[in-house]
């Protein structure tokens, strides 16, 4: 079964920086999905991987397939950032999808 | 508008009594799962289907059965309901294209059990 870590846990930054939230899974993998996750519950799908890099927006995601890490990166970060993100993977055939604990993140004004 | 839609959306009910709570989707998804979430320990997969009449375990499938007899829509059956039970619940779809598809999220559903 694939751990999944995810890091930080909380996050807390100020209006304009650079974010950085990281993945990391214990076994491979045929798809990553980052998915975010606003206050009031509604899930989003953000990005899905299976290798390189995909950008949307301030929105940039990553994977290194043999290091086993993902990496999700917000620049120019604004409030309405705020939320969980949550990294989730799926193995190999008919695999079901395996969650991060999430990154709480807080982007102060 | 393309969605997946959950009810109910809120539902307090007693030990032991049958629910069931629906899903369904108008993409034409060929996989459909439910999750749940709760404090500390995040999401996990209670079941899923690739297609009609075809579905597996997930992570935490104890308690719970689930059917797939139309595309568009995947129930989940709680028989015999307790208090261990209590979370937000969540349906997803996709495509099913290999394993690659995004998922969409319907809006949750929270259950307590008293």
């Known amino acids: 079964k694939n751990e999944v870590e995810q890091s930080p846990q909380n996050l807390t930054a100020q209006e304009g920086e650079f974010i950085t939230i990281n993945c990391s899974y214990s076994v491979g993998i045929s798809a990553l999905h980052w998915l975010q996750q606003h206050p009031g519950g509604g899930i989003v799908s953000l990005f899905m991987?299976?290798?390189g890099k995909k950008k949307h927006g301030r929105l940039i995601a990553t994977i290194n397939i043999q290091e086993k890490h993902s990496s999700l990166h917000i620049t120019a970060s604004h409030p309405r950032d705020s939320a969980v993100y949550i990294c989730?993977?799926?193995?190999?055939?008919?695999?079901?999808?395996?969650f991060g604990k999430g990154t709480h993140l807080i982007i102060q004004p | 508008e393309a969605q997946v839609t959950q009810n109910p959306r809120y539902l307090i009910t007693v030990t032991g009594k049958k629910l069931t709570v629906t899903c369904s989707q108008n993409?034409?998804?060929?996989?459909m799962s439910w999750y749940r979430q709760d404090p500390g320990l995040g999401l996990r997969q209670i079941y899923y289907s690739m297609n009609v009449e075809v579905t597996d375990k997930g992570d935490v499938p104890e308690g719970y059965k689930v059917s797939r007899k139309e595309k568009r829509n995947f129930p989940l059956i709680l028989e015999s309901p307790s208090p261990n039970q209590t979370s937000l619940y969540f349906c997803?779809?996709?495509?099913?294209?290999?394993?690659?598809?995004?998922?969409?999220f319907g809006p949750g559903t929270r259950l307590t059990v008293l």
């Open positions: 991987l299976s290798s």
């Open positions: 997803a779809s996709s495509l099913w294209d290999s394993g690659y598809g995004e998922q969409f």
């Open positions: 993409m034409n998804h060929e996989y």
């Open positions: 989730a993977v799926r193995g190999g055939g008919a695999d079901g999808l395996t």
